[in-house]
């Protein structure tokens, strides 16, 4: 499968401070990335979807304003948690969407997770 | 509104052939994912369905039937590793493509 990275695994900072955490497509090229948020033995939460060369959009009860996404590239998309408290600390996952072999009617779109960041706010 | 429903937790044996359902109602339908998730890990994918019937890959096999709303993961000659919570997922094209999960079923192995 494709490969998705994620930067950093794990992060810890105190309460305050600005956290980014990079995704990137390593072997594809990934017009639409995925922000998610998981708290311990709970359901993936998706927070925004990541659209290359545009802003990104937020599911209801987001804060656009907290956590700032850019999808610069083809290939990276960043989240940065701004002024973190520590009811920020979870585990963040990014996923980007892999549209190669859409040719034929079994085509594989797929989406592709990346490690996930940690974070956890002091 | 949306909707995917599977078991909270099942158990089975190493060996044996476990089978974890889920159905689903979304306002629209692009395509059925499963997932694999550890404790303490992001999802690993691990089947795309988006047409009705079998999709077999190794030891796990996915099934699809659009017209019910249902699809199940078949897991066979388990392993204590496949002990996880496995992740039903619609891609629901009213929703700009977006995957929307299940919660989860957490799979135990025991020996």
């Known amino acids: 499968g494709a490969v998705v990275s994620q930067h950093p695994s794990w992060v810890i900072c105190k309460s305050g401070t600005s956290v980014k955490i990079e995704c990137r497509s390593l072997?594809?090229?990934?017009?639409?990335m995925f922000w998610y948020r998981q708290f311990p033995k709970q359901s993936l939460m998706l927070m925004a979807t990541?659209?290359?060369?545009?802003?990104?959009?937020?599911e209801q009860g987001v804060e656009k304003d907290k956590f700032l996404i850019n999808h610069a590239s083809l290939t990276l998309s960043t989240l940065t948690v701004t002024s973190a408290h520590p009811e920020d600390s979870s585990f963040y996952i990014c996923?980007?969407?892999?549209?190669?072999?859409?040719?034929?009617?079994?085509?594989?779109?797929?989406?592709?997770f990346g490690p996930g960041t940690r974070l956890t706010v002091l | 509104g949306q909707n995917i429903d599977q078991p909270t937790e099942m158990t089975a044996t190493e060996g044996a052939i476990v089978q974890i359902n889920c159905t689903y109602q979304?306002?629209?339908?692009?395509?059925l994912f499963w997932y694999q998730q550890h404790a303490g890990e992001a999802p690993t994918f691990l089947s795309y369905?988006?047409?009705?019937g079998l999709e077999e890959k190794g030891r796990f096999s996915s099934f699809l039937s659009r017209s019910k709303g249902y699809s199940y993961l078949l897991l066979k000659e388990l392993q204590m590793k496949d002990s996880a919570s496995y992740l039903c997922?619609?891609?629901?094209?009213?929703?700009?493509?977006?995957?929307?999960f299940g919660k989860g079923t957490r799979l135990h192995i025991l020996p």
């Open positions: 369905n988006v047409l009705d």
């Open positions: 996923s980007a969407r892999d549209r190669r072999g859409l040719a034929g009617s079994r085509g594989t779109d797929t989406q592709y």
């Open positions: 072997d594809f090229q990934a017009t639409t």
């Open positions: 979304t306002s629209g339908f692009n395509g």
């Open positions: 990541s659209n290359e060369g545009s802003k990104a959009t937020y």
């Open positions: 997922a619609v891609r629901d094209p009213n929703r700009d493509d977006k995957i929307i």
